[in-house]
């Protein structure tokens, strides 16, 4: 299953804007029609999650600088794809209509306090049908994150180009493998990959922010089907809200200050680092 992040970045204006941070995907159980259910009770549970990969190197993707990051962060892949970001359903889960949570974590201004990462989730709706009889260990959306998981420094160490895939955490709780409902897998600290479950089959509808289509193939996929979707506007709450305005309207507001300080602030103390290397 794939879902297509709108922005205005890349050289046509078109494209995801932000390089630096993680992609992270749930699920949770509609208990029901999703229709008749209240998204405040949702309960997730992980099911893909994608950092920064120390064995590939990050590059501007036709924006206006190099990603911080000694490695590869999954929004820059995701920049390179036309902003598309590819994920499996689970084969073991039970079927039924679900939520999706797919989200991207900017981090270009979380090493500062007053600033923070910028977390942009959007909702999906979509039925399982085919499942299983697992029913992974969830957490409520409330719980999803702690306010530290918001202030990472990307910029250290300044004597090389910034965080490494082996000290940075993605947040959340740890990812789900299938056959293992009662036991998820340990969060990852080094390099993170996307989950590797069996891949589904998807029909999907687009909405103005994130177009969705699917790929994969398996021996027993399972098969999905989109109901319909809804977006949400960036928080750091942890809950999947109603849309309030586009994607691509509060990119556009977003201040360009938050990258000219992050940037200048890195540039500043890389400058610094090398001098004093070369003395």
């Given at each position: ?21 993680p ?16 998204p ?11 950092g ?24 820059n892949r ?5 902003s598309?970001h ?6 073991d889960i039970?079927?039924g ?8 974590i ?5 090493h ?5 990462a ?11 049908t085919?499942?299983?009889n697992?029913?992974?260990a969830?957490t ?5 994150y702690?306010?530290e998981d ?8 300044f ?9 940075y955490?993605i947040?959340g ?22 989950s590797?479950v069996?891949?589904a089959?998807t ?8 177009q969705?289509?699917?790929?994969g ?10 109901v319909t ?16 305005r ?14 000219d300080?992050?940037?200048?602030h890195?540039?500043?103390?890389h ?9």
């Open positions: 299953m794939g879902v297509r992040w709108a922005g205005d970045g890349g050289p046509d204006k078109k494209q995801w804007p932000h390089p630096e941070g992609a992270i995907v749930y699920m949770a159980s509609c208990e029901g029609e999703c229709s008749k259910f209240n405040s009770n949702a309960k997730f549970f992980k099911i893909a999650e994608e920064l990969d120390g064995s590939k190197k990050g590059n501007s993707a036709g924006n206006d600088h190099d990603p911080w990051g000694q490695g590869l962060w999954a929004q995701i920049q390179y794809e036309n598309y590819y994920f499996n359903i689970p084969s039970k079927s209509q679900y939520l999706v949570r797919h989200e991207l900017s981090l270009h201004g979380a500062s306090t007053s600033e923070g910028q977390y942009y989730p959007v909702c999906i709706q979509i039925e399982v085919g499942g299983g697992a029913t992974p969830t409520p959306a409330t719980q999803l702690k306010t918001g202030i990472v420094n990307i910029y250290e160490p004597d090389k180009h910034g965080i490494s895939a082996s000290t955490k947040p709780p740890a990812l789900y493998v299938p056959g293992k409902a009662s036991t998820p897998a340990e969060p990852s600290t080094t390099k993170a990959a996307s590797s069996a891949p089959t029909s999907v509808r687009t909405t103005s922010v994130a969705t289509g699917g790929s193939n398996g021996n027993t996929p399972t098969s999905t089907k989109i979707s809804t977006t949400a506007a960036p928080a750091s709450t942890g809950k999947c809200k109603p849309k309030k586009s994607v691509n309207k509060r990119l556009a507001d977003e201040s360009r200050a938050v990258y300080r992050a940037l200048a890195a540039q500043a103390a400058a610094h680092a090398k001098k004093h290397a070369s003395h």
